[in-house]
């Protein structure tokens, strides 16, 4: 280990000291594989190992990692090198550009079509419905390859709760129950009892979801481009509304867009908090109270049977192209993708970054080291991912330039804390997501 | 009695000037204390948002993990040293070079008369408005297309041209007396010795400011090496920074964050104390 | 403005300036007829096809409502940068220029906050305004301001507007010091003996001596004012709550950038660059006249 590390650092240096602009000199006689991502550190650092992992392990294939910015930025990047024919061999592509990929044809290779071709398997079915889903064709091919993958959970204080005369082991697991804890912890003179991370992410595409109802017609967009949205729906209006009374009467506090809010947990602000499951590391470092991780409650008068599987976030691997790209280097990024499709490599990388397994295997591999004991409640998202069978309306979203249509959720929704009419909102989110929907149909029709 | 009340009055009246400076100070400094004193929290405290306005205990394990944390157990990280020589280059390069390629077209433009002057002038006026993040792709093309992807030409070379620089000196050079430009040809200088003895030493305070406006910017470019750079050994400081901060899914080591942003306004300060003497003369220098 | 006494070699000015058009040539405005290509079309994020509208692109975004908001928005936020970054680094400089105890520590200390990568300025920012989190958030809210930008628009535009002139006043007193250097002490103490007061002094002498490089700042904040400041607006407020403090350029790189749509951006910064050189050329061609020049 050390001697690689040192070697490696002496010809950086050497390389510099030369000159050289890219130090690449003992990968020459392997192939090259360039993989961009979008993870910042420690994430970044930690998908970086998982590379050198794999470069270390056989002779043929080098894969330099390099990180691009946030995931939109990545995005951006690889739109630019594609343009100038340089793309990348992989790219790191955040969950809602799933449909822009998709959509972009021949600059992505379907990993399906990249197995078939290098006469290597990774099995879809060895993935979780929830996850390979949302990356594979409305026949169940995969697209990109998922990796790392994230769900919304609630997050609760479990002094507060305590302070409030709550049962501190039961979290609530209905909306009326939950909207019972705030007013108690309100009453205890908690500020904030109540916020949520990522509000379209939690408050509209989780709620569909796990009460298997559409955010969008055409199976939420698998079923083609002229999908329209649907969530000025009474499921939503309610929800909303809800929300917007909470605000009013002070159990529930708007804290900003997408994971802004995420402090607000951790620092003892809110007692009670939607995010994404990664947020467990941070809580872990830095709250100063007791605290525990629950599924996300549900409308009990909204739903039919039991509430069913949430959706993920995260990204996933995509395979690009280029111009003079050769058959060996696809079969050099397959032989990557097999590597990294390792329960192992995927139990590892969960319990490493608090990702959740995004393989059946991983996911018990995981539980027979005894991790869940050590770490109580950690296998909340991966139980809420996997509760139910998938049907069209928890499999994902599969809508054009999503992102955007994110933005006009988050400006609506502001709106309608400010005091604009609910059902005028979301009416409005409505009609201009589907102008977003049209334009992104009419660009990317052949 | 009244001698007296007169020196009372002037004396508050002196103090003014110190206490809005003082003020202005406090808030203009306030985020560089709150980057120190954060690097002296653990990273727990930062991230509840409770930080303390008094120094923590733990500068001394923040700033040397900041400086050595290039070998952690289970990630990877670009050795600070890289990264600060990268910066180096570039930002030297960009300033230098936007120095001089601004002060030779600016003397273009406010010395001579010649056909299409201020058609030249316009042209590099306007490449200031068209937003980067918008010409970024074709920008990046051009780049590519050259081979200049991932070397330091390809880094500094498009971020040279500089109307601002331009119009900053064609704004100073009219302010140059006409009579100075008269003695000049009197005495037969041409054109190049008079850019040589009268322009460049006047310009010695605009050049030394500009070049600690040029020399923070070139430190401090995000988005282009960004984009231009792909390995390891071609990132800067900034980007170290920025894969610290990220966008937030993890626990960000705020601490760590904190103390690798004081290392990197090292240089930067160093710039501001050593060129300051240049452009911002002290009291001593004033009595001449 | 055109110096009367020049040189008349025929050559040489355009040597001079061939370093800085080659640059400006290859990297500004072969790109930028790139951007305005894109303008006039309809294209996918890859590049893959693109459809020839005319001008489709700008007629539906001269009429977006929403367009219309933003720019007044624009037009606000861009005012009271310039104005608010102009006047306060101005008073600063003055002051800190002349002879009083500690002049030296007052312009270290004052053009430190430079230096601050705006990566982390940005975040600063956040642990300073932040209702529950930040320092100043906090202090507000107890003295009973109900401070809170992610809902308020005012306040958030009262953020935005601050925190973007906070980096300007840092850039813009240099200038000035350097400016204020550049004058002749002589001048400043005829006038001074001469029994002009510090106020008067100022108005009849700095001022006037100072204006080229006042313009030259007015030109470079309103730029920044309209182009730089998406980094700021991004970090804190993504141009909300609703819409409130969202910019022209914060829109073209949210359409261009996170959209992915090359067409409407590209429109849209044709139309920015047409504002901003209307408002440039209006600068030189009014404004400037009342500059003194030697």
Redesign the interface.
Known sequence: MLTRRTLGLATAALALAAGLSSGAALAQQKTVVEFWHGLPQPLGGQLEEVVKGFNASQDKVQVNPSFKGSYPETMQAAIAAFRAGNAPHIVQMFEVGTATMLAAGPAVKPVHQLMQETGATVDPKAYIPAVSGYYSSKDGKMMALPFNSSTNIMFYNKDAFQKAGLDPNKAPATWPELIGAAKALKAAGIACPFTTSWPTWAQFEQLGAIHDTPFASQANGFGGLNAELKINAPLYVKHVQTLVDMQKEGTFRYGGRDNKPDGLFPSGECAIIHASSGLRSRIAKEATFAWGAAPLPYWPDQIKGEPKNGIIGGAAFWVMTAPKRTPAEYKAVSEFFTYLAKPEIDAKWHMDTGYVPVTFKGFELAKAEGFYEKNPGADVPAKQLTRTPTTENTMGLRLGNLPEIRNIIQEELEKAFQGQPVQQSLDTAVQRGNVVLRNFERANKN | MTASHTTGGRRLIDLVPHIVLIVGVLIFAFPIYVTLIGSTWDSATIGRGNLPLIPGGEAFNNYSQAWSESHGARASYTPVRVMVLNSLVMALAIALGKIAISILSAYAVAFFRFPFRMAFFWMIFITLMLPVEVRIIPTYKVVADLGLIDSYAGLTIPLIASATATLLFRQFFLTIPDELVEAARIDGAGAVRFFLDVVLPLSKTNIAALFVILFIYGWNQYLWPLLITNSADMETIVIGITKMIGTGEAANDWNLIMATTVLAMLPPVAVVVFMQRWFVKGLVDSEK | ??????????L???L??A???A??L???????A??IWQSVH????????S?FVWFENFEVILRDPNYIETLKTTAIFSVSVTVLSLG?AL??AV??D???????A????????????????A???M??F?P????LGQLLNRLGLDWDY??N?TQAMIMVILAAS?KQ???NF??F??GL??IP?SVMEAASIDGAGPVRRFWTITFPLLS??T??LL??DM?YAF?ET?GTIHALT??????STETL?FR???D???????????AQ?VI??VI??AL?AVQFRFVERKVH??
């Open positions: 403005m055109q110096r009367r006494v020049i040189f008349d070699n025929k040489l000015p355009y001079l300036l370093p800085q058009v640059v400006t290859v990297f500004f405005i072969w790109p930028a790139q951007a309809i294209q996918d994020a890859f590049g893959l096809r459809e306060v008073l600063l002051l800190a002349s002879k009083i105890k500690g002049a030296r007052y312009k270290t200390l004052l053009i430190w906050p430079y230096a601050l990568a705006p990566a982390v300025a975040v600063l920012w642990f300073i932040n529950e989190i930040g320092s992610r809902l628009g906070w006043v840092a850039y240099i200038f010091l350097a250097q550049a002490r080229p490089t313009f030259f030109v470079v730029v182009f998406f993504h141009g909300g709550p609703g819409k350029i073209v790189y949210q261009g950038v996170v959209n992915n749509d090359l067409g409407a951006s590209s910064s920015l660059m901003v050189i440039t020049y030697a």
